[in-house]
């Protein structure tokens, strides 16, 4: 119902009924066009209830001022033989009384090596010949120690060699290791 009497006053408006009564037109012929009169609804007043306050607690903005991260203290383990002494080596191997005084374990493998009658030269790879990148490292030697040897190693040792009047040689064995050694334990080398 309520779309049929929109639709009428749209009718209504568009058509110019209301000019046709300022013409003169009769009212009684508006009577037809009167519109009925619509009851509003009354809408009843809305109570709003009363909002009581309420604490709200306090929520700390800064972080705790103990910061500090506590570490559990670790338990010291005692190992058998860590404070025994180590073996002196022998006067007769100067390399090994020589590895003992620079302390250094890298040389052990290419020591180990040497030892047993091998030697260390182009094309050689592994420990050993790592061992011998990291001597001549100790020596200045601006190379990789990088387990394969090459001729930039054996030219690195030819320079060692060169400068401390030491004949040349194309690989090292246990003499050229001995006569080395002791020079990089006199600190006569550039980076002991």
């Known amino acids: 119902m309520k779309k049929l009497i929109a639709i009428l006053l749209a009718a209504m408006l568009l058509c110019g009924l209301p000019a046709m009564a300022e013409q003169g037109g009769d009212a009684g012929d508006m009577g037809r066009f009167s519109i009925?009169?619509?009851?509003?609804?009354?809408?009843?007043?809305?109570?709003?209830?009363?909002?009581?306050?309420?604490?709200?607690?306090?929520?700390?903005?800064?972080?705790?001022?103990?910061?500090?991260?506590?570490?559990?203290?670790?338990?010291?383990?005692?190992?058998?033989?860590?404070?025994?002494?180590?073996?002196?080596?022998?006067?007769?191997?100067p390399v090994a009384a020589a590895l003992a005084a620079l302390g250094v374990d890298a040389y052990r493998p290419l020591r180990e090596a040497l030892g047993r009658g091998e030697t260390v030269g182009d094309g050689s790879r592994g420990d050993a010949a790592k061992g011998l990148q990291q001597l001549l490292v100790a020596f200045g030697q601006d190379i990789r120690a990088d387990g394969i040897v090459g001729p930039k190693t054996i030219a690195a040792l030819n320079a060692v060699q060169d400068r401390y009047g030491l004949p040349r040689t194309a690989a090292l064995d246990a003499a050229g290791l001995a006569a080395l050694l002791p020079l990089l334990l006199s600190g006569e080398a550039v980076n002991p």
């Open 36 to 93: 009925p009169h619509i009851p509003t609804p009354s809408i009843p007043p809305i109570e709003v209830p009363e909002i009581e306050e309420i604490e709200v607690p306090k929520i700390p903005t800064a972080a705790p001022t103990d910061t500090a991260i506590r570490v559990p203290e670790i338990p010291v383990v005692d190992v058998p033989g860590a404070d025994a002494p180590q073996p002196t080596p022998s006067p007769s191997d």
